[in-house]
């Protein structure tokens, strides 16, 4: 079965670091190669990739930027539509009407975005998965692993 992989800022930041950064860079950046050669869909939410992109930004680190750029060629990129952003809507207030945040109350939550965006893309629910470094947090709203742990 092909899986529609949602990548989260960690694995994000991870695969456009430049090759040879660092041996989680390196593995991260087979990784996504080798998902993309069995026909998994990888998509690039435009949250995480404001997550990453507004670091490079501050830091002035102008190559990723352009690293950031180019992956948008490589995997789907999937923009915020007002669709997501109902849903964003609906998840926060579930898990905060439950007692389950995931973030403080002030927050943008760019969790719950993410989940949300992996929910309206179009994507059958049972084929969505969201990499991460950090799942504990998006897998109570949609299927969220680590990384490394979704295999190709």
Known sequence: M???VFLDAGPLGLVSQP???????????RWLDSM?????RVYL???????????LVRAGKAAGVLRLDRLQQIVDYLPIHTAAMLKAAELWAALRNAGTPTASRESLD???????QAL????????????SV???????????????????
Do not use: F
């Open 134 to 152: 950090n799942p504990s947090h998006i897998s109570r709203m949609v299927a969220c692993d680590l990384w490394e742990h979704i295999k190709p």
């Open 110 to 116: 760019v969790d719950v975005i993410l989940a949300a």
């Open 36 to 40: 993309l050669g069995a026909g998994h």
């Open 2 to 4: 092909h899986r529609s």
């Open 45 to 55: 939410p435009e949250v995480a990739d404001y997550e990453v992109r507004r670091e």
């Open 120 to 131: 309206t893309s179009g994507t059958p629910a049972g084929s969505i998965i969201v990499a």
């Open 19 to 29: 090759r040879g950064k660092s041996s989680a860079a390196n593995l991260c950046q």
